[in-house]
Nanobody, 125 residues
């Protein structure tokens, strides 16, 4: 079965950096596969952060994280990363990895079929 496992979250101070990892297993990759990171803070809806197309490596970012976050992939390890720099308390959330078989409405969480368990990122001031 498909499994997505996030790791790399933790407690950091404002200005610090973190790199999150999403290890995928059981996923049949194709040119249409898109892997994304979403985040959800307490009391707020889940929001799109970044996405990457597996074949080709095209990337998309939410306006809120452009220039701050970088999404990348390691095809040999079936892993997607999210490099997060200059973190602020506003970045505090549970971060989820997700997979869709289409790039249509990649920014919408309802598009995604598979989800990881999430990893907590807490940024203190």
């Amino acid at each position: 079965q498909v499994q997505l496992v996030e790791s790399g979250g933790g407690l950091v101070q404002a200005g610090d950096s973190l790199r999150l990892s999403c290890a995928a297993s059981g996923v049949i990759f194709s040119r249409y596969i898109t892997v994304a990171w979403f985040r959800q803070a307490p009391g707020k809806e889940r929001e799109f952060a970044a996405a990457i197309r597996w074949n080709g490596g095209n990337t998309w970012y939410a306006d809120s994280v452009k220039g701050q976050f970088t999404i990348s992939r390691d095809t040999a390890k079936n892993t997607v990363y999210l490099q997060m720099n200059i973190l602020s308390p506003e970045d505090t959330a549970v971060y989820y990895c997700a997979v869709t078989y289409s790039s249509y409405n990649y920014y919408n969480s309802s598009t995604y079929v598979y989800w990881g368990q999430g990893t907590q990122v807490t940024v203190s001031s």
